[in-house]
């Protein structure tokens, strides 16, 4: 079986210049109108800066790291980085954070604004049930004679490997609208 390839988190500083930042917000909506159509593209943020400061922060997930570059090569991008060039304060601040880093981000971080907690443990609930269920009816036969600590190691890594690699990105994806809120109120475009 081949391996998935582990997703990939951009996140992108910058600051629009003193009396443009109108103009660098349309020129954010812009942008993440053009990443939609991007191959890979699994959902886009942005966090607006906090009072007195200017600097604000994208962050854009992709399925790959091959996805993410060939977006950040793309003739889309240098387009969008031409137009916010005349509303920017001087070159942005680029980094890649490979695989499950970005969801391990510590708390008070300036990070994005996750989910509420209780959307997040509804998902949680909804992936990890039937996935213990299928590997408790499909392996306990088989294992009823190994130890207690063996029997529930073994179903802890498959399970965990399962969910990260398979259903809850899966999962996520199709409920990202809900988790976002979609038509909520909100002024912070969220990721997915």
Known sequence: ????????TVVVRRRPLPGREAEFE??????VARLESAPGHRGTGIVRPAAGQREYTLVARFDSAEQAAEWEASGVRAEWLDLVEPFSDGQPLIE?????????TPPGSPALRQPPRWKMAVLTVLALYPVSLTFGLLLTPHLLTWP????TLLSAVLVVSVMTYLVMPFITRVFA?????????????EIS
């Open 1 to 8: 079986m081949k391996a998935l390839p582990d997703p990939v």
């Open 26 to 31: 349309a020129s954010l909506r812009d942008l």
């Open 148 to 151: 207690l600590a063996l029997r």
């Open 177 to 189: 609208g809900w988790l976002r809120g979609e038509g909520e109120r909100g002024d912070e475009a």
């Open 96 to 104: 890649r954070q490979p695989g499950l880093e970005f969801w391990f």
